[in-house]
């Protein structure tokens, strides 16, 4: 397909340098080789807001000791494995399944800020926000 040669506007007729592909003047198609866009134009449609949100696993847990009743905050590393408590010496093993150990809460390290979050377990799995840095946290076990 050859180039604009210049000359008069087909339409217009507003003198034209070469090589153009509209006319300054009247926006006219200068070369008969190419067509006008054929492509429709989609209908616009939002998006729906994307909110950020750091998606993090517990990193231990507040239960209550089954010897003393004090509550102890255990790193989830020792699920399965034998326990001391630090107030009375009394050990267990850390099993979630045994109807003698409450859980009474889970922590997490805040992504952004790395404060330290307690936080009951009711909220394991709902978006929470950090109280320090206001960050989105999904908690999950």
């Keep these: 397909m050859p180039a604009w040669p210049g000359g008069p506007c087909p339409v217009c007729g507003e003198e034209m340098p070469e090589r153009l592909i509209h006319c300054f003047n009247c926006r006219a198609l200068l070369n008969n080789d190419l067509e006008p866009d054929s492509v429709e134009i989609p209908e616009f449609v939002p998006l729906k807001e994307i909110e950020p949100i750091a998606e993090i696993k517990a990193r231990g847990y ?52 790395a404060d330290r979050l307690r936080m009951s377990t009711k909220y394991v799995g709902v978006k929470v926000a950090c109280k320090a840095c206001h960050a989105r946290l999904l908690v999950v076990e």
């Design 62 to 113: 507040y239960l209550n000791c089954p010897h003393c009743r004090r509550e102890l905050r255990v790193n989830s590393r020792y699920v399965g494995k034998s326990v001391t408590c630090k107030q009375c010496d009394g050990s267990f093993v850390l099993d979630f399944t045994s109807p003698s150990l409450q859980k009474v809460g889970v922590y997490v390290y805040c992504p952004q800020c």
